[in-house]
């Protein structure tokens, strides 16, 4: 089982201009069109939309091993994930975070909350 999160706008970036449009609808249909994006199909998932923070997120959990029993590429996930991300967010219309300075670098995980560091010091 793999596991992931995605929000939108970035999370702490200080947006809040498209909760409205965040819908339980709209997030689940988004985390399906992300899952495709990834190569994330023909699989068992689930998709949970939370409210604990203050930015809309979800959080998707889906095997890796699909109904054929190949299992589902990891390869370059990150890379892929900034780069289907970032469509979507063009693709609708999503707010992008407003800058580094206003991240809050200790709700990061790795690999980010190192970038984050050494973009702060320098």
Do not use: W
């Amino acid at each position: 089982m793999v596991y992931t999160k995605y929000s939108f706008p970035i999370p702490d970036s200080g947006s809040k201009e498209d909760t409205p449009k965040l819908t339980d609808r709209f997030m689940v249909e988004l985390a399906k069109e992300y899952m495709k994006a990834m190569q994330i199909e023909n699989t068992q998932y689930i998709i949970v939309r939370h409210h604990d923070r203050e930015h809309p997120h979800c959080h998707i959990v889906f095997n890796r091993v699909d109904n054929e029993g190949k299992t589902i590429s990891d390869r370059n996930d990150h890379f892929r994930n900034e780069k289907v991300t970032k469509a979507l967010k063009e693709k609708y219309g999503l707010t992008f975070g407003v800058g580094k300075d206003k991240v809050n670098i200790h709700r990061l995980n790795e690999p980010d909350k190192t970038k984050y560091e050494i973009y702060k010091t320098i």
